[in-house]
């Protein structure tokens, strides 16, 4: 059973404070996206839950486990920017991630990399960096995990690839696992998300599920958001 707590959770960088006291926990079978605007501590947050960054106080679980080697095993991970070596063809990529990780569906990316045109013969580095996000994405949702952490999976993409990731996401997800979604862009993912965290200069402002937001307060998620962060 995937679930992720974070109790009482600090991270500074020197004088400033990414994450001021967050605590939040995130249940199975549901798909959440973690909102603010940039700068906000939404990439810190993911990069702690992930084993990257280390609380200043404070702790995170994931299936009861501190991030390291254990949930690195069912933690599928989205950065905000491409990390794939750039000599590297879709199928090199391809065979290292069946290689690593033992939920990884070979068949299950192939087919999401002919989906969207990815040429599997053609390194990184001739790739758009639409491409990239493109299969970066095609690897970390091929694998069977019980937690995607995708940060900003949709950030850099046209519209149309945007639907095509968020069908992706939808269907390919394992049911019995966790998805948080990073991002700003609330319009593009707000019909996905069963619940939402706000989260505005490292504090969350808001845990709630999206059907509650919609009929409290009787508007979108996209119209709160933009009230709770205007300038």
């Known amino acids: 059973m995937a679930r992720i707590e974070i109790n009482n959770l600090t991270k500074n960088f020197g004088d400033l404070t990414a994450l001021d006291d967050v605590t939040v926990s995130l249940e199975q079978g549901q798909i959440v996206g973690l909102l603010g605007p940039n700068g906000s501590g939404k990439t810190t947050l993911i990069k702690i839950l992930n084993g990257l960054l280390q609380p200043t106080s404070g ?15 069912v933690v599928a991970y989205l950065p905000d920017r491409n990390a794939l070596p750039d000599y590297m063809t879709a199928s090199q990529l391809m065979d290292i ?6 939920d990884f569906d070979r068949m299950k990316a192939e087919a999401m990399v002919d989906d969207l045109g990815i040429n599997r013969k053609l390194t990184m ?17 091929a694998r069977q995990a019980q937690v995607y ?16 990731i968020l069908r992706t996401i939808i269907s390919n997800y394992n049911e019995n696992a966790v998805v948080l979604i990073s991002t700003h862009l609330i319009a593009d ?25 919609r009929e409290e307060k009787g508007e979108s998620v996209d119209k709160l958001f933009r ?3 205007k300038c």
């Open 227 to 229: 009230e709770v962060f």
């Open 59 to 73: 702790s995170v679980t994931i299936n009861g486990s501190a991030p390291g080697v254990e949930t690195k095993k």
């Open 189 to 213: 993912v707000e019909s996905v998300l069963d619940d939402v965290v706000f989260i505005k200069e490292g504090r969350v402002v808001l845990h709630k599920a999206a059907d509650e937001i």
């Open 125 to 141: 580095k001739k790739m758009s960096k639409g491409t990239k996000e493109k299969l970066q994405l095609c690897l970390v949702m």
């Open 149 to 164: 952490l995708l940060d900003e999976p949709i950030g850099g993409v046209d519209p149309a690839t945007r639907d095509y």
């Open 97 to 102: 991630y069946e290689d690593f990780f033992e």
